[in-house]
Nanobody
Framework: QLQASGGGLVQPGGTLRLSCAAFGGTLESFDIGWFRQVPGKEREAIFCISSNGGITWQGDSVKGRFSISRDNGKNTAYLQMNRLQPEDTAVYYC???????????????????WGQGTLVTVSS
């Protein structure tokens, strides 16, 4: 089971750090993806990290502003979001794939487990 947390209301230019914690199992062998979704649009992959943290992928929409990390000892992955803009407003999901991603960006059906989502609102 995955649980995403850390969302909230932030002003433009602000920062948030999202966490993705695994319960009842270990994330160690899983690649992790962060996605976001706004109403009426498809869920968008924005950042990925391999099981050992050696490979990452980031979408153009977040490049240079967001970063990803993981602590397998804590069974947790993180999404650091800097310089947030109103267009970053969305529900953010973390997901895990049992094995390496075959393509980037991953499609939603490439992921085996999903967290419940956490809402990020960027507004003044």
């Amino acid at each position: 089971q995955l649980q995403a947390s850390g969302g909230g209301l932030v002003q433009p230019g602000g920062t948030l750090r999202l966490s993705c914690a695994a319960f009842g199992g270990t994330l160690e062998s899983f690649d992790i993806g962060w996605f976001r979704q706004v109403p009426g649009k498809e869920r968008e992959a924005i950042f990925c990290i391999s099981s050992n943290g050696g490979i990452t992928w980031q979408g153009d929409s977040v490049k240079g502003r967001f970063s990803i990390s993981r602590d397998n000892g804590k069974n947790t992955a993180y999404l650091q979001m800097n310089r947030l803009q109103p267009e970053d407003t969305a529900v953010y999901y973390c997901a895990a794939r049992n094995g390496p991603f075959l393509n980037y960006p991953p499609r939603t059906h490439d992921l085996d487990y999903w967290g419940q989502g956490t809402l990020v609102t960027v507004s003044s």
